[in-house]
């Protein structure tokens, strides 16, 4: 099975804080993506990537950045967390063309 | 570009019902469609997907989904529902030269006894 790991379930972070979440899937997938989900808007696309050291935004990039160094890790970068930024975070993976899949889910919180 | 129109944000049931949950796509290109259910504090889990060949897609937990080229939709069913299918259902259309899923804004199911 496909396995997509997000490492921290929970977080809670301060304002201006910089957070990462972190991203491991262990089947070879060239794309890779970072999605946040809100009550009523669905899953917006963030950022994802096609191969290592590559990227694209999303539909809702602004206050994010990612980075894939290895093919199997992709992270999500919030530079400086805003409350506005409260959220799930799902990343999820692919072969070009097929069923995308998903990991569990980062619940962050910005106080 | 590409859209999904979940048709009902929320759909209450009794259990042991039949559900119908609405989906429709607007692309005149090929496109592969899937289901996803996400469960409270869950990520999204595979429930089905149509990429070629027979209209009628079976998934797990007894649902089924059907590929309307002419009217554009892939409604999905399940003929009696349990009430560990409450949950949240998401309809998601993928073209098969492109990385990126569109999504519906998601369908929320909820088993009553």
């Known amino acids: 099975d496909v396995k997509v790991t997000q490492s921290s379930r929970y977080l809670v972070k301060r304002t201006g804080e910089k957070v990462f979440l972190e991203c491991v899937q262990d089947m070879d997938h060239e794309n890779m993506f970072w999605y946040r989900q809100d009550p009523g808007l669905g899953l917006r696309l963030i950022y994802f990537?096609?191969?290592?050291?590559?990227?694209e935004k999303g539909d809702i990039p602004e206050g994010y950045s990612v980075s894939r160094e290895k093919k199997e890790r992709f992270s999500l970068i919030l530079e400086s967390a805003s409350t506005n930024q409260t959220s799930m975070y799902l990343c999820a993976s692919s072969h070009t063309g097929n069923t995308i899949y998903f990991g569990e889910g980062s619940w962050l919180t910005v106080v | 570009a590409q859209s999904v129109t979940q048709l009902d944000s929320q759909v209450p049931v009794f259990e042991e019902a039949p559900v119908e949950l609405r989906c429709n796509y607007s692309s005149s290109v090929s496109v592969y469609l899937f289901w996803y259910v996400q469960y409270p504090n869950q990520g999204l889990q595979l429930l089905l997907k149509?990429?070629?060949?027979?209209?009628l897609v079976k998934g797990i937990n007894g649902f089924e989904a059907e590929f309307n080229k002419s009217q554009t939709s892939f409604h999905l069913r399940k003929p009696s529902v349990h009430i560990s299918d409450t949950a949240e259902y998401f309809c998601a259309a993928l073209r098969g030269s492109n990385y990126k899923l569109t999504f519906g804004k998601g369908t929320l199911l909820t088993v009553n006894p």
């Open positions: 990537s096609y191969d290592v050291k590559m990227k």
């Open positions: 149509y990429l070629s060949g027979s209209t």
